[in-house]
């Protein structure tokens, strides 16, 4: 079991809507507005486009856990505070663009990212799943692709780009079409998702991920979701595999390589 070292020192962030705790070298970051069933606020999207963003640089957190307090994991977008209708299609497009952000920093960070989801997620709270590496599910998630039901399209907040590549194209093309949910047991069924705990498990589901990436070494971590974001859009294997050429070579100047290699030969 992975460490919980300096628990005195856990540090709750940024703000209300959004909290962060150290556990180690795995940081913790829950979405805390239960009684809006955890849906995006203004002040909830700043918090996590600046939370992902910042990470860029962070190089003592190796992993992030994503989770929610109560019993919804994010509901989406909070339509009762968005600005007025009445705006120009560049301020509109300057809203639109500021939430995407979040997403973008998600993929960018070098940190694996572990979801852990229950109850409702949906829209931009689906798109946050969508964009961690490791999805978990509770087995009261349901996820949705909402943006479609609300007179939008079903394509919004990567989904359209994230789906296909987790799911293929056709039940991709069922759920953004018709923006119905899915249930944890399909999720798991089409490998949505890596597992489904009872809900009351979530907090613990991820221990042995957790444990086993916290084996590898720090660069390897980061180093493996950078060629994972490469090579899903790579434009032919010779290409990815270029890539893995070199992080490879990057990867034998680790500090811990010798000592590693030496393990093996035992």
């Not at 949705?144 to 056709?170: E, H, K, Q, W």
């Not at 069922?174 to 489904?196: D, K, P, Q």
Request: neutral net charge.
């Amino acid at each position: 079991m992975y460490k919980i070292k300096n628990r005195g020192n856990e540090m709750a962030l940024v703000d209300t809507v959004l909290q962060r705790e150290k556990r180690g070298p795995v940081e913790w970051v829950t979405l805390n507005r239960p009684e809006s069933l955890n849906a995006m606020n203004p002040d909830l999207v700043t918090a996590l486009r600046r939370y992902f963003e910042g990470k860029y640089e962070d190089h003592e957190t190796r992993i992030i856990v994503l989770k929610a307090n109560g019993g919804n994991f994010c509901a989406g977008l909070d339509l009762k505070q968005q600005p007025p209708i009445e705006r120009s299609v560049e301020e509109r497009l300057a809203g639109q663009m500021n939430i995407r952000d979040i997403y973008k920093a998600m993929r960018r960070c070098p940190q694996p990212i572990v979801s852990l989801v229950q109850g409702a997620a949906c829209g931009g709270g689906f798109s946050l799943a969508l964009a961690s590496d490791i999805r978990i599910l509770g087995e009261s998630a349901r996820m949705n692709a909402a943006y479609i039901t609300i007179g939008l399209t079903g394509g919004d907040m990567g989904s359209s780009y994230f789906l296909p590549r987790l799911v293929g194209t056709s039940l991709a093309s069922e759920l953004l079409l018709t923006g119905r949910f899915i249930e944890a047991a399909e999720a798991l069924h089409h490998r949505l998702c890596s597992r489904v705990v009872p809900d009351d498990q979530l907090e613990t589901a991820a221990d042995d991920l957790i444990e086993a990436m916290l084996a590898n070494s720090a660069l390897g971590l980061r180093l493996t979701k950078d060629a994972l974001n490469f090579a899903v859009d790579a434009p032919s294997m010779d290409a990815a595999m270029a890539m893995e050429d070199r992080q490879q070579i990057l990867a034998t100047y680790s500090g811990d390589i010798a000592e590693r290699r030496k393990r093996f030969e035992k």
